[in-house]
């Protein structure tokens, strides 16, 4: 059995970093001039062993720059570097967030065991934050329902999506979400696929689910406009590497 081969990301505060080909991975001899603060073992993919190096300064990272995220993982075209580069992220976002014990505020050391933080005075354990999402695409008859958030860009429509809250069920936060944002009732209510979603740290569980009753009526503050579309005509769209297409996706090939 030969050595396995390692593959680092270097990151400095909440940003992974590239070099000017927008390279993201480096070997271990390409570290050895680089000062380290900490390194995590991220899980192993298709029997590689990714690492994250944390720079201690940026002085010394002179041919780096921060690494654009959306940018990168439009690019990928497997899943398993969509998943471990979308870890990578979530990990180093979160190094940076919590450095200190939310009981007692001393400085968290790294876990032996687990890629976790842990305080050597209470012992409380800080494991990589994940936000579980629901995001659905509701379908009626031929149509589908999009909707323009005033957080995408002009023109831009995708499903619907949003937080699950404590103690509510996934189903339950797909029907809540559903009529919070354009008023309407959903049934059928069917899981598809997930996906980690890097901005900051959601976790999106993905559905399909079948129009009920009510007419849409936009909540006119997360959700500016919204509407039934056919497949043949359909608006602008997320791109190719995201949950939310991958749901439109299923919807057309189902047409
Ligand atoms: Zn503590």
């Not at 995220?69 to 570097?81: G, K, P, Y």
């Amino acid at each position: 059995m030969g050595l396995q081969e390692k593959n680092y990301f270097l990151a400095f505060r909440e940003s992974l970093l590239c070099d000017q080909h927008e390279r993201f991975l480096f070997s271990e001899v390409e570290l050895e001039s680089l000062d380290v603060e900490i390194s995590f073992h991220l899980p192993d993919v298709s029997n590689k062993s990714y690492q994250i190096a944390v720079l201690k300064d940026e002085g010394k990272r002179l041919f780096l720059e921060a690494l654009d995220l959306r940018s990168a993982l439009s690019q990928t075209d497997n899943e398993d570097e969509f998943s471990i580069l979308s870890a990578a992220a979530q990990v180093v976002t979160w190094h940076a967030s919590f450095k200190y014990c939310p009981r007692c505020a001393t400085e968290l050391m790294m876990d032996e065991m687990d890629l976790a933080k842990v305080c050597p005075s209470c012992g409380h354990h800080q494991y990589p934050r994940l936000s579980p999402c629901i995001i659905v695409l509701v379908r009626n008859g031929e149509k589908c329902l999009l909707a323009h958030s005033s957080k995408f860009k002009s023109g831009r429509y995708s499903t619907l999506a949003g937080f699950i809250e404590a103690g509510e069920s996934a189903e339950h936060a797909v029907e809540r979400e559903v009529m919070e944002e354009v008023g309407i009732k959903v049934k059928n209510i069917e899981y598809v696929c997930s996906q980690s979603w890097p901005f900051p740290h959601s976790f999106m569980l993905g559905f399909m689910a079948d129009y009920s009753e009510g007419e849409i009526t936009p909540d006119g503050e997360e959700i500016l406009s919204a509407d039934w579309f056919s497949v043949d005509d359909l608006p602008t769209i997320p791109p190719k590497f995201t949950i939310s297409r991958q749901l439109i996706d299923k919807f057309i090939e189902e047409m």
